[in-house]
């Protein structure tokens, strides 16, 4: 099924949100229409990506279609604005129309890989970012970064079997440094696409997304592990992770075979799987 605009959302009232949608609506015109709402022909066939002008939160809306038996694998939820936008520990993720905001459900993945789940959409947002021209490291597990400042990260959550990504863009807008919590790990900062509003990076990124979400999973953990050891922020730094009131400090060493952290500490290296991950 195509990229559908939700049937109240008119390509007109995109456009009118901001010059980032504008030009995506103008770009894929004309549109046209359909059962399902607004589509265009000018984009290829494709999992579904309804898009929505406003909502509380994507998340809780791909969650509410998926119990009603609306949102298939690879299908995604993009809205242009949030109103309760969420991110790690439930923290509000801020949400102006320009950014991009989406959740994509996904297939769950092999039985060897499912620890590393956080990790693998981290890496597949890299990877489908990276070939539109863009430089990034992963703070892990999924956090992406230009310059060690924030523009982007994603949220995974699992109901039932099933699996859920929301995903974050700065791609227009960012908290400015005295606005941020004084525990944030890195500021924030914006992802500049050159031509391209939120719509397009998306459509852009998703097969990229899938095709690298595929590959991964044709060798071993320990392989996957491997390939994203390079896309890591302060690889061989020093480094603190906090978990809870705990922080460890250590140089960072890579990833062990279930895509937990290596730190080298003073009383011999650990493999870490939870904790906010900040350099030093």
Known sequence: MPTVLSPDTPPELLGDLHPAWRGDIDALAPWRAAAEGFTSDRIADFPLALVLADCGSTMDEAWQRIEEGGLNAWDSLLAARQSGGRGRLRRPWTSPAGNL??????????????????????????????????????KWPNDLLINDRKVGGALVEERKGRLVTGVGLNLVACPPDEAMRADRAVPAAKLHIPGKGPLRVWLDALPIFREVWMKSQEGSPKDLARRVEGALAWLGGRVGVRDGERVRTGRLLGLDERGGLLLAEDGGTSALYSGSLFPL
């Not at 959740?103 to 970012?129: D, H, I, K």
């Open 101 to 138: 905001h989406v959740s994509l459900a996904l297939p769950e993945p092999p039985q060897p890989f499912r620890n590393m789940t956080s990790l693998l959409v981290g890496w597949c947002l890299a990877c489908a970012l990276g070939r539109q021209g863009v430089c990034l490291k992963l």
